[in-house]
Each structure stands twice: as structure tokens, then as C-alpha cells.
């Protein structure tokens, strides 16, 4: 069948069909972001700084001290789908890096004016090389050298001018997309960076067309999240947090176990376990919004949107006017998700998703009511230490 009025069929240009598939993988500021500093995570890096000018708009850099490109990988490494992730599709169900695709680098390149790679290896060190990339991510210059430790650093300058429309879109929206790009990095900068590589520090500035630059977040590399949430938000914020650690059983739907062929009765279930923080369940201890919840799937965040309604549906039994800060970090088998849903890999899918929210429910609830048995009791002792006269001791 022939589309009306255009003649035969015909194969669409390999440059045209770079350019719609790039276009679906880096859809906006912060997934260009995103994708290169999870290249810097996946590099072993304990430093990642993102350099922002003029919000994004004139360029991105992402500088890491990770383990650097091999020249040998020079010439595949802005190329479709070449990756050292992956060896077959099979791969997928126990991959546990961040990229896994090969198309981040590929993908800007198509999308940006220039992309320029800066790296060296340990044994390079100090002396990087560095690599200008074509629209096709080929390398089309690697002559030029530059004092350069072990790392890479890789800059995108004028994201989105091959696509008019979207640039356009960017401009007006430029602080909004900034904000967005903030707030995704800030989610890697409460478990990923606290996570991976025993820790690792991350810096985020802006220098505006006018103006001084200005560091937008910091962290210090400490492995652990109380110190992440510390840095970005002050010492202030943990003050209503407590640990979140959930542990429950999820039974596997009908139909997985149809597709699987086995019976109810050979299915043991799965063990999910659920860590992080979360505002204490009581009146007062939440916040006016859900701008601080962030949730991951073995340490990648993503976007769960049941789980999310779930947490705050248990929360707003006990807490009726705010909503929880939320840190929640799902830990299961890697064969009982799905992490190749969307091309920019923020949609996440679970199997037997019902199951889970339901799961989360009841243990969420349980919890909530230790809690506050607790704090009650607490609050009782402090109450009657307060009005007992002094010397008098309590038995």
C-alpha cells in the first residue's frame, strides 16, 4: 500500500532516521544531562562536575575522573549502539550499569552544533587527547592534545539547534528546562552518588550570559544519603526524616506465571526490599508538595507513578494536609524488571506491579503504626519528665 499522493514507498535516509531516533533519546535539557553524567557513574568516577552556561542554552560540559576512553575506542564511541555494555540481548535481564544501548553520545551529536571529547586513560595521564565529533558521531579530528589527569570531559555546545522547533521551545523555556535538570541531578546525587563507586562527589554550576557562575549543588562524596540530602537542602531538612527499610514478599501475577508456564504453587513469590528515607507519619513533620520524592529501582531512579500514589495515599491516613518527603530505593531481581521500556530510560516496568503496590501497602501501614506508637510514647515520657518536680525519679 502506497500513502496517497506520495508516490512508491521509499527507505528513508540513514541521516534522517539518525536524526528522528536521536530526537527520541535525548528529548529534552535534562536528559542530555542525565545520560552523560550516568556515562560518568558507569566510568567509575568519584568527582563529576556539570558546568551549565547560560542555562544550558550556549553549552553543557560534564567533566568526571572516571577511567577514561582507550584509543582504540576512539572511533566507536559516538557510533549507534556500540557499547562495551552489553554483548547480546540477553544481557538485559542482569544488566546493572546505567547505559547499556550506546546511543546517549551518538544521540547529541546528531541533536547539538558540536560535541568535543577530552580524555585520557591512567596511562595517558597528563596528557589527554581530544575528539571532535561529527553529526554521525564519527571522529573527525583526534590531533590535538591537552593536559588532561585520568577522566573525560565531554562538552555540548548548542543543544538542539538542528532542530528548530525544539530549540525554540528551549529558549522560551530555558530556566524552566534548567530547574528540571536540577532536580533530575539531584536525584543522582542522593543514591547513585552515594551508591556507586564508594561515594562519589558532584558538582553543579551555572555561568549565565551576564553574571557571575554560581554553584547550583554540591555534594562532598560521602556514601550516604543523609549527607547528600545535608548538602543539597541543610542540616534543617533531616530533622522529620526517619529510615525507611521495608521488607515483603510479592506473589507473581497470573499472568507472568502463564507466560513463565508455571503453576501457583511452584511460584515462591519475590523478596523486595524498599531503602531510604521518609518523613515521620505525623501532623506537621511533611511538606506542602511532592517536589522532594525520589524514587529508584536498584539504585536508578526513575519514575514509578502507582508506587508513588501509593506512599502518598499511606501517608495521607496519618498526615491528612502534607505529603512526605520521600527516598525509596526498590531492591529486587533484576530478572523481575524491565529497564528497556523508553528510549530515555525513566520508565521502568514491574512485573507484577499490582502485587508490589499492593505489598508496599500493608507494610508501609504497618510500619506507620509502629511508628507512631512509638513517638507517642515518647512524647508521653517527655511530658512527664517535663512536669514531675525536680529530683523526683521516674520508675
Not at 546493572?96 to 550506546?102: I, V
Not at 510479592?250 to 502463564?258: G, N
Request: net charge positive; charged share 25%; hydrophobic share 35%.
Amino acid at each position: 500500500m502506497t500513502a496517497e499522493g506520495n508516490g512508491s514507498i521509499k527507505v528513508i535516509d540513514s541521516h534522517s532516521v539518525h536524526k528522528i531516533t536521536s530526537g527520541q533519546v535525548v528529548i529534552d535539557l535534562q536528559t542530555a544531562v542525565k545520560e552523560l553524567v550516568e556515562n560518568s557513574l558507569d566510568a567509575g568516577a568519584t568527582s563529576i562536575e556539570v558546568r551549565f552556561k547560560d542555562y544550558g542554552l550556549k553549552s553543557v560540559e560534564v567533566i568526571d575522573n572516571g577511567s577514561g576512553i582507550a584509543p582504540e575506542d576512539y572511533d566507536s564511541v559516538g557510533l549507534k549502539h556500540h557499547t562495551s555494555k552489553l554483548a547480546s540481548f540477553e544481557d538485559l535481564s542482569t544488566v546493572l550499569t546505567f547505559g547499556f544501548r550506546g546511543e546517549a553520545l551518538s544521540s547529541l551529536c546528531a541533536l547539538s552544533e558540536a560535541v568535543t571529547v577530552t580524555t585520557a586513560t591512567a596511562s595517558e595521564a597528563p596528557m589527554g587527547t581530544i575528539l571532535e565529533l561529527d553529526r554521525n558521531g564519527r571522529v573527525k579530528s583526534r590531533s590535538e592534545k591537552t593536559a588532561r589527569q585520568r577522566g573525560t570531559t565531554v562538552a555540548i555546545t548548542g543543544l538542539f539547534r538542528p532542530l528548530p522547533v525544539r530549540r525554540k521551545e528551549l529558549e522560551r523555556n530555558a530556566k524552566r528546562e534548567f530547574g528540571k535538570a536540577l532536580n533530575l541531578l539531584s536525584a543522582y546525587a542522593l543514591v547513585p552518588c552515594a551508591k556507586e563507586n564508594k561515594g562519589v562527589r558532584l558538582t553543579v554550576s551555572n555561568q549565565p550570559e551576564v553574571g557571575r557562575k554560581t554553584v547550583q549543588l554540591r555534594t562532598d562524596g560521602t556514601p550516604s544519603t543523609r549527607a547528600s540530602i545535608s548538602s543539597l537542602w541543610g542540616p534543617r531538612s533531616l530533622e522529620n526524616l526517619v529510615d525507611l527499610d521495608l521488607c515483603f514478599q510479592v506473589q507473581t501475577e497470573k499472568s507472568v506465571l502463564k507466560r513463565r508456564t508455571i503453576t501457583e504453587g511452584e511460584d515462591s513469590g519475590t523478596q523486595v526490599r524498599v531503602r531510604g528515607l521518609v518523613s515521620k507519619f505525623a501532623v506537621g513533620c511533611g511538606r506542602a508538595a511532592t517536589d522532594r520524592q525520589f524514587f529508584y529501582i536498584n539504585g536508578r531512579p526513575c519514575n514509578p507513578s502507582k508506587v508513588q500514589k501509593a506512599f502518598n495515599e499511606v501517608y495521607r491516613t496519618f498526615n491528612a494536609t502534607q505529603s512526605p518527603f520521600i527516598v525509596a530505593d526498590f531492591i529486587l531481581p533484576t530478572n523481575t524488571c524491565d529497564i528497556n521500556v523508553s528510549p530515555d530510560k525513566r520508565t521502568i516496568f514491574l512485573h507484577s506491579e499490582n502485587n508490589l503496590v499492593a505489598g508496599l501497602k500493608v507494610s508501609c501501614i504497618l510500619r506507620s503504626i509502629l511508628h507512631l506508637i512509638f513517638y507517642a510514647i515518647f512524647i508521653s515520657k517527655s511530658s512527664r519528665n517535663r512536669s514531675r518536680p525536680p529530683g523526683v525519679r521516674l520508675m
